[in-house]
């Protein structure tokens, strides 16, 4: 039986790459836009140890960073920050029910 794809699987799926970065601080393999992010966070839902929706955001821009993919155009370390600054909450707001019922 074919076990559940890992945050990481989902996250090289999504860029197209067969695998991370050997150097994520110097060398990119993709970019994802937030959106895309979140949905993979509510797909791994039950997975994640993370309470909150932005938690779990933070969680995966964690992932996306260690294996060397931008979101936004940006190192997922400063989407986080803005995360904290609330500068994406209105993107989050859209996925808050898909959250709670996942």
Same mark, same amino acid.
Request: glycine share 8%; charged share 30%.
């Given at each position: 039986? $074919?076990? *559940?794809?890992?945050?990481?699987? &989902?996250?090289?799926?999504?860029?197209?790459? %067969? /695998?991370?970065?050997?150097?994520?601080?110097?060398?990119?393999?993709?970019? &994802?836009?937030?959106? *895309?992010?979140?949905?993979?966070?509510?797909?791994?839902?039950?997975?994640?140890?993370?309470?909150?929706?932005? =938690?779990?955001?933070?969680?995966?821009?964690?992932?996306?960073?260690?294996?060397?993919?931008?979101?936004? =155009?940006?190192?997922?370390?400063?989407?986080? $920050? /803005? &995360?904290?600054? =609330?500068?994406?909450?209105?993107? &989050? %707001?859209?996925?808050?029910?898909?959250?709670?019922?996942?």
């Amino acid at each position: 039986m $074919r076990t *559940k794809p890992t945050v990481t699987e &989902l996250l090289l799926k999504a860029v197209g790459a %067969s /695998e991370p970065s050997g150097d994520p601080a110097h060398k990119s393999i993709g970019d &994802l836009p937030l959106e *895309k992010i979140i949905e993979i966070v509510i797909e791994k839902k039950p997975d994640l140890l993370a309470k909150t929706l932005k =938690g779990a955001v933070k969680t995966v821009l964690g992932s996306a960073k260690s294996i060397g993919i931008t979101v936004n =155009g940006k190192d997922p370390k400063i989407v986080s $920050r /803005e &995360l904290d600054q =609330g500068l994406y909450d209105d993107i &989050l %707001s859209r996925y808050e029910d898909a959250w709670i019922k996942a």
